[in-house]
């Protein structure tokens, strides 16, 4: 059983700054993780992802503004959230995909809540 525990969500002001933290009861590398969020009513959305050789990507909403970013000795993932609107709200989840015989398994954290409001 994989453990992702998130951290750092919080209310701050349209234009604030939070870090997400994610630690891993597992070894990340080299595996890809993401970063997602989901709001009511809505499906749960790809924030940012990040491969394990480090490759990224990011939603349009999001580019520019924020950063996913891997410490593979401490298996921690972050999400550097700059510039944050109040559309950014929403509880983030982790994901750390691991391989399986049959095919990868996706493991979540039980998400953290961020709110942009003034």
């Known amino acids: 059983q994989v453990e992702l525990v998130e951290s750092g969500g919080g209310l701050v002001q349209p234009g604030g700054s939070l870090r997400l933290s994610c630690a891993s009861s597992e070894n990340i590398f080299p595996h890809d993780m993401a970063w997602y969020r989901q709001t009511p009513g809505k499906e749960r959305e790809l924030v940012a992802a990040i491969t394990g050789a480090g490759g990224t990507n990011y939603a349009d909403s999001v580019k520019g503004r924020f950063t996913i970013f891997r410490d593979n000795a401490k298996n921690t993932l972050y999400l550097q959230m700059n510039g944050l609107k109040s559309e950014d709200t929403g509880v983030y989840y982790c994901?750390?995909?691991?391989?399986?015989?049959?095919?990868?398994?996706?493991?979540w954290g039980q998400g953290t809540q961020v709110t942009v409001s003034s």
């Open positions: 994901n750390l995909e691991l391989p399986a015989p049959d095919r990868p398994i996706n493991w």
